[in-house]
């Protein structure tokens, strides 16, 4: 399939620059597949749009303060993205801006410290070693320096004050801190709130944690001219033994994901092993690449999802859920991509999202 079916013209003005005032207040577009219908209404109704005891599975990862700036010695200006750590003591891989001046060997300065670039990959993905005190971490140094990795169709420069709202909103409610290895938030869960949580809860949904380490390639456009050609980056996945347990027990309660990310890490796990059989006796850890588009079929029975970038994967993977087995919704997502952007839906991280029944 042509890249170019998934591709849509979606108004600068409909991106959202910040999330809404409370993060239940955001918009909601109901999609029924089985009907064909879809409707409008506000995240608070959630619990009154879905079928009764749904399983949720989410990603609770929590996002790092990635985002560090720094200065060469010349004076010119550097950012610095963590995206993992390396081998080595105080290495991690980074994205490096200006990339193009920053050659292996080069050093800059953040926040006091010494950093220096010792090796790139193919991505063009930077190794830096950081010069720290013994008692300090390149975590210590995010938590202490860095602000969010907000995606870069937000607009944050250096001194922002929304990045303070940042630190709390790019968060979900109920990410673990323990799990502290994300670039990349799984925006779907933005939308939650204790207290509607709290509500589900007591309506007998049930949810269960899974952790997706997001990297910044999630916001990476397709740039193969066929999509079957595109290969899709690998994100690490744990799946605790407890969501194994609701995944494979004999049930008729319906199974739905919360965001692409948890999506992905089911399906993903669902492909590689049979749901019919017993749950491992441990948590499950993984590798996930599977890039989901249509006609693909799907093991879950819904989604939670935000408004995703042209010619992306994400966007793939929601034609694809919106009629399993079939490409039909490819076209039947740009309709709704278009209402909702004729009503002035927020689109992407900080917008509004999607339910699909």
């Known amino acids: 399939m042509k890249l170019e079916l998934f591709d849509y013209h979606l108004p600068a003005e409909a991106i959202a620059q910040t999330p809404a005032a409370k993060r239940d207040e955001s918009r909601l577009l109901l999609v029924d597949r089985a009907k064909g219908t879809h409707s409008h209404h506000t995240f608070r109704d959630l619990p009154d749009l879905l079928p009764s005891k749904v399983t949720f599975f989410r990603n609770a990862v929590s996002v790092i303060k990635a985002r560090l700036f720094g200065t060469r010695a010349n004076g010119g200006k550097v950012e610095c993205l963590l995206l993992h750590p390396g081998t080595e003591h105080n290495q991690w891989w980074c994205m490096v801006k200006p990339g193009k001046r920053l050659p292996e060997g080069t050093s800059f300065e953040l926040y006091g410290y010494r950093a220096t670039v010792v090796s790139r990959n193919a991505n063009g993905d930077a190794l830096v070693y950081f010069e720290l005190p013994d008692t300090m971490s390149v975590m210590d140094l995010s938590v202490q320096h860095g602000i969010m990795p907000l995606p870069p169709y937000i607009s944050r420069k250096p001194g922002d004050e929304r990045t303070?709202?940042?630190?709390?909103?790019?968060?979900?409610?109920?990410?673990?801190?323990?799990?502290?290895?994300?670039?990349?938030?799984?925006?779907?869960?933005?939308?939650?709130?204790?207290?509607?949580?709290?509500?589900?809860?007591?309506?007998?949904?049930?949810?269960?944690?899974?952790?997706?380490?997001?990297?910044?390639?999630?916001?990476?456009?397709?740039?193969?001219?066929?999509?079957?050609?595109?290969?899709?980056?690998?994100?690490?996945?744990?799946?605790?033994?407890?969501?194994?347990?609701?995944?494979?027990?004999?049930?008729?309660?319906?199974?739905?994901?919360?965001?692409?990310?948890?999506?992905?890490?089911?399906?993903?796990?669902?492909?590689?092993?049979?749901?019919?059989s017993s749950a491992p006796g441990s948590d499950y850890m993984d590798e996930a690449n599977l890039f989901i588009y249509p006609p693909s079929g799907f093991h879950l029975n819904g989604l939670i999802t935000n408004f995703h970038l042209p010619r992306s994967t994400l966007l793939c993977l929601v034609s694809a859920f919106l009629t399993p087995g079939s490409t039909d919704g490819i076209a039947w997502l740009k309709d709704l991509y278009r209402e909702a952007l004729a009503k002035n839906y927020r689109f992407y991280s900080y917008g509004d999202a999607m339910l699909i029944l």
Do not use: W
């Open 164 to 276: 303070v709202m940042d630190a709390e909103r790019y968060q979900t409610v109920y990410a673990n801190p323990e799990e502290n290895k994300a670039v990349a938030a799984p925006t779907a869960g933005l939308h939650f709130t204790p207290e509607l949580l709290g509500t589900m809860e007591r309506q007998g949904h049930v949810f269960h944690d899974l952790y997706l380490h997001v990297g910044s390639a999630t916001f990476r456009p397709i740039k193969a001219a066929h999509i079957e050609d595109h290969a899709m980056h690998s994100e690490s996945y744990i799946l605790p033994h407890n969501a194994l347990s609701a995944l494979h027990a004999s049930s008729t309660r319906p199974h739905f994901a919360v965001g692409t990310t948890a999506m992905r890490s089911i399906e993903d796990y669902c492909r590689k092993h049979s749901v019919a």
